[in-house]
């Protein structure tokens, strides 16, 4: 269990938290912390290829209505489809831990290979997105919190509510069909331009995100079409999230606002903007970087919707045409790099926070 240990303020000012002394240690919680990170990959792993064996092997899902039947046995058996389910479960983890994931059914790629072409695409969304999440939601929260039961937090809680209930592809096809179809000011749909996007995957060693490797390669035409073709998704994906950070905010710094060492500071005289950007604000960023690293997981899994609905060829716009083909090994390798970005990120949330709050700790 988390212990909390709490100093007593003076003077209006947070105080270093000392370290409880029946719990562990930042090395302690840290460790256990990064090993739980395993089981979290092998669960899903193991749901997720259970799951996609329920309708049978991946050759017949995919290929089935394609092939000739003696054509389909042989590639069934020449793939270990028809061994028993166990043994295959065994193999496949056994695959994936020396970094095998196989051959896609549909169109015959590594595995590998596509998660690291599309891998980079959905990354940059995500950041993008992110970005987005923290602009709007962290002056937006502070100003409610600012204006609490005044009309101002009225409307942004409103606001906030909105950003969360809209769907992430209603809100992509509203934005489009304003700023892309309507005032035509921003692109419809991509990445880039055709010519940009070449040009950026020519480089030598491309990360895949190309707003930095047209920044790598001084390409600052590239650059201006990246960043147009990248407001459109990241607004429609990072609104979600933002909704969810301007309530925490908002709420965390409402509650850190009615504690003494506050009250004792707006008896002095210290007034209420002061005590919402200096000695609210940083005790409120606590549960904000905790939540943060569960985010990322809407991030991603609300990445399907924004990349099919602007056609930015990423990992969920790949899952969802693998999912609609039936290629299961191409699904089984998608979902176990987001398990691993998605624990990964727990994760560094766990240390950034355990860092900046000695209170964090088993």
């Given at each position: 269990m988390t212990t909390l240990i709490e100093a007593p303020p003076e003077d209006g000012e947070l105080l270093p938290l000392k370290k409880s002394k029946s719990g562990g240690g930042l090395g302690k919680y840290l460790l256990i912390r990064f090993l739980l990170i395993f089981p979290t990959i092998f669960i899903l792993v193991t749901l997720v290829f259970f799951l996609m064996r329920i309708t049978g092997d991946p050759i017949t899902a995919a290929l089935g209505d394609r092939l000739p039947p003696d054509q389909l046995a042989q590639r069934i058996h020449e793939a270990g489809y028809d061994r028993p389910v166990l043994v295959q479960y065994f193999e496949y983890l056994g695959q994936i831990?020396?970094?095998?994931?196989?051959?896609?059914?549909?169109?015959?790629?590594?595995?590998?290979d596509m998660l690291a072409t599309?891998?980079?695409?959905?990354?940059?969304?995500?950041?993008?997105?992110?970005?987005?999440?923290?602009?709007?939601?962290?002056?937006?929260?502070?100003?409610?919190?600012?204006?609490?039961?005044?009309?101002?937090?009225?409307?942004?809680?409103?606001?906030?509510?909105?950003?969360?209930?809209?769907?992430?592809?209603?809100?992509?096809?509203?934005?489009?069909?304003?700023?892309s179809v309507g005032l035509g000011w921003l692109p419809v749909a991509g990445r880039a331009k055709t010519a940009n996007e070449i040009a950026l995957n020519q480089l030598a060693s491309p990360t895949g995100i190309y707003w930095l490797d047209a920044l790598r390669s001084g390409n600052m035409a590239a650059l201006g079409d990246v960043a147009q073709h990248a407001v459109l998704p990241a607004i429609a994906l990072g609104l979600l999230t933002g909704g969810v950070f301007l309530r925490l905010v908002r709420t965390n710094v409402i509650g850190t606002l009615n504690k003494d060492y506050v009250e004792a500071g707006r008896s002095r005289g210290v007034s209420e903007y002061r005590l919402v950007t200096k000695h609210a604000y940083k005790p409120a960023l606590i549960p904000i970087i905790t939540v943060m690293g569960l985010q990322i997981a809407l991030l991603l899994g609300g990445a399907v919707l924004t990349e099919t609905t602007f056609e930015?060829?990423?990992?969920?716009?790949?899952?969802?045409?693998?999912?609609?083909?039936?290629?299961?090994?191409?699904?089984?390798?998608?979902v176990a790099l987001l398990a691993v970005i998605v624990a990964l990120t727990n994760f560094i949330v766990d240390v950034v926070a355990a860092l900046i709050d000695p209170r964090v700790r088993y």
């Open positions: 831990a020396t970094g095998n994931f196989g051959r896609t059914i549909s169109d015959n790629l590594l595995v590998t599309y891998g980079a695409a959905t990354l940059e969304l995500a950041i993008n997105a992110l970005v987005v999440a923290l602009v709007v939601g962290i002056p937006l929260g502070m100003l409610a919190a600012y204006k609490r039961d005044k009309w101002p937090d009225a409307v942004l809680r409103v606001v906030a509510i909105l950003f969360y209930a809209t769907p992430v592809f209603f809100a992509g096809l509203l934005l489009k069909l304003v700023f930015w060829k990423g990992l969920g716009f790949q899952l969802a045409h693998y999912l609609t083909a039936r290629d299961f090994v191409a699904v089984q390798g998608i």
